[in-house]
């Protein structure tokens, strides 16, 4: 008989961005990462988000908490800088940020600023690719990235506004990072949850009716969780995953069969 180990993460290290409080999706990952026995660093956007962070950040046993805006010039790199430092590797790595100036958010695509687009699609998306392109020369052993997606970047939701071109980009970028990076064992994933209540979610128009037709339609008949997130993310991050990259991955009960 086969014996699986018991913390299949053991020995691992990676990175989660975007932890904002015990409601944020990374922080559902963290969990999931942690459980499985990986080792973490763990960073913050601001002074303002610290004392909202770092308790997590000590419940997780976090090596590693830093600031991190990747708006900031050099924030992201000291990041990685610390984790070559302290670890002098990683295994895995999340992205879980994306930011779009309210007014560009709430109004029409038609509509958005010059400003706003840039602006939404360099945090959203390029900081992914950056993060990526730091964490390669790090995953000697190969390794997992993943980013949060969303179903509005493949199908028109109503009030995603402009940040359905934004993740579908960020979902075109993980295919091609994943090619890229596929002969060194660095695989690529986009986690594309339900509707989930977080303070990010907070910031789209009328999220209270997504939230709601989702847990109607949706087959399993109910809205995922952080923690649903987490562990489906965690077990990507395994070795029981190592030859499945470049995908979308849904955790959200099954809402994105539907028509």
Not at 37 to 50: C, I, M, Q, R, S
Not at 184 to 210: C, M, N, Q, W, Y
Not at 233 to 248: C, H, P, Q, R, Y
Request: hydrophobic letters at 45%.
């Amino acid at each position: 008989m086969i014996e699986l180990p018991q913390k299949p993460l053991g020995g691992k290290k990676g990175l989660v961005l975007g932890i904002a409080n015990e409601h944020s999706l990374a922080y559902g990952c963290a969990v999931g990462f942690r459980a499985l026995g990986g080792e973490l660093a763990v960073t913050y956007l601001n002074d303002k988000a610290k004392p909202y962070v770092e308790p997590l950040a000590r419940e997780l046993g976090a090596s590693i908490f830093l600031p991190c805006d990747v708006q900031v010039p050099g924030q992201l790199e000291a990041v990685f800088q610390a984790i070559e430092q302290t670890w002098g590797k990683m295994d895995f790595a999340l992205h879980a940020i994306a930011f779009a100036p309210k007014e560009d958010l709430h109004g029409r695509l038609v509509d958005c600023s010059h400003d706003g687009f840039l602006v939404a699609m360099d945090v959203s998306c390029y900081s992914f690719i950056r993060m990526a392109h730091l964490a390669e020369p790090l995953m000697h052993d190969g390794g997992a990235l993943f980013t949060m997606s969303y179903y509005g970047g493949e199908k028109v939701v109503e009030h995603y506004n402009v940040m359905g071109p934004v993740k579908a980009a960020l979902e075109s970028s993980v295919r091609y990072l994943a090619y890229e990076l596929g002969p060194k064992g660095i695989r690529v994933h986009a986690i594309s949850p339900g509707p989930v209540k977080t303070r990010a979610a907070s910031g789209i128009d009328h999220f209270d009716e997504l939230i709601e037709r989702a847990a109607n339609r949706a087959p399993a008949r109910h809205l995922v969780s952080i923690m649903d997130v987490g562990a489906a993310t965690a077990v990507l991050a395994t070795d029981f995953a190592k030859l499945i990259t470049g995908e979308t991955v849904y955790v959200d009960g099954g809402y994105h069969i539907l028509g």
